[in-house]
T-cell receptor, first 112, second 115 residues
Framework: DGGITQSPKYLFRKEGQNVTLSCEQN?????MYWYRQDPGQGLRLIYY???????QKGDIAEGYSVSREKKESFPLTVTSAQKNPTAFYLC???????????FGPGTRLTVT | AQSVTQLDSQVPVFEEAPVELRCNYS??????LFWYVQYPNQGLQLLLK??????LVKGINGFEAEFNKSQTSFHLRKPSVHISDTAEYFC?????????????FGKGTLLTVNP
């Protein structure tokens, strides 16, 4: 089955630690996206990548970093510089010429 | 830049009643429009999309939406809801130009279907 996987489902970290969230897709999609979701805020774009080895900042990139070394993988690192990292993180992808995004199941990060 | 406004943050309805979730958007260029559904602690699932053509779009689970360009709206409707439709619904817009399909989301509408 083709789809997007995110792991782990739940992640707990202590304040001051960096943490990396995994996103993998086997849909052969070119573009991948990371969103942050907070209650009542909708989804906000953190980073996106349209091609391997290239990515752009979204609306709330501060405190986050990404890499795109392989077409199928787009990991997100939440750094200690992110002031309020506790949130639900969603990864998505789109195929070439198709504007609809397909989403993974999400990772809920809790930082204490 | 575009923006999306979902006019109701919460919509409670009784089972088998009709429902309309309202969405208005703002954009200076042509747009694509989407509705997504999210069940608790899950990712978003595409309900339906408007890309071009007929302004009445049918989606999964019996939902439909109508694109109204003059009113810049894309309201979601279902004639008879079920308990299982309880979820959060997101309206989203992207521009049609180029190959960058960044989505702008509304803040969501929580639909609660009561027995």
């Amino acid at each position: 089955d083709g789809g997007i996987t995110q792991s782990p489902k739940y992640l707990f970290r202590k304040e001051g630690q960096n943490v990396t969230l995994s996103c993998e897709q086997n849909l052969n999609h070119d573009a991948m996206y990371w969103y942050r979701q907070d209650p009542g805020q909708g989804l906000r774009l953190i980073y996106y990548s349209q091609i391997v080895n290239d990515f752009q900042k979204g609306d709330i990139a501060e405190g986050y970093s990404v890499s795109r070394e392989k077409k199928e993988s787009f990991p997100l690192t939440v750094t200690s510089a992110q002031k309020n990292p506790t949130a639900f993180y969603l990864c998505a992808s789109t195929g070439q010429g198709a504007p609809e995004q397909y989403f993974g199941p999400g990772t809920r990060l809790t930082v204490t | 830049a575009q923006s999306v406004t979902q006019l109701d943050s919460q919509v409670p309805v009784f089972e088998e009643a009709p429902v309309e979730l309202r969405c208005n958007y703002s954009s200076s260029v042509s747009v694509y429009l989407f509705w997504y559904v999210q069940y608790p602690n899950q990712g978003l699932q595409l309900l339906l999309k408007y890309l071009s053509g007929s302004t009445l779009v049918k989606g999964i689970n019996g939902f439909e939406a109508e694109f109204n360009k003059s009113q810049t709206s894309f309201h979601l409707r279902k004639p008879s809801v079920h308990i299982s439709d309880t979820a959060e619904y997101f309206c989203a817009v992207s521009t049609t130009g180029g190959s960058n399909y960044k989505l702008t989301f509304g803040k969501g509408t929580l639909l609660t279907v009561n027995p």
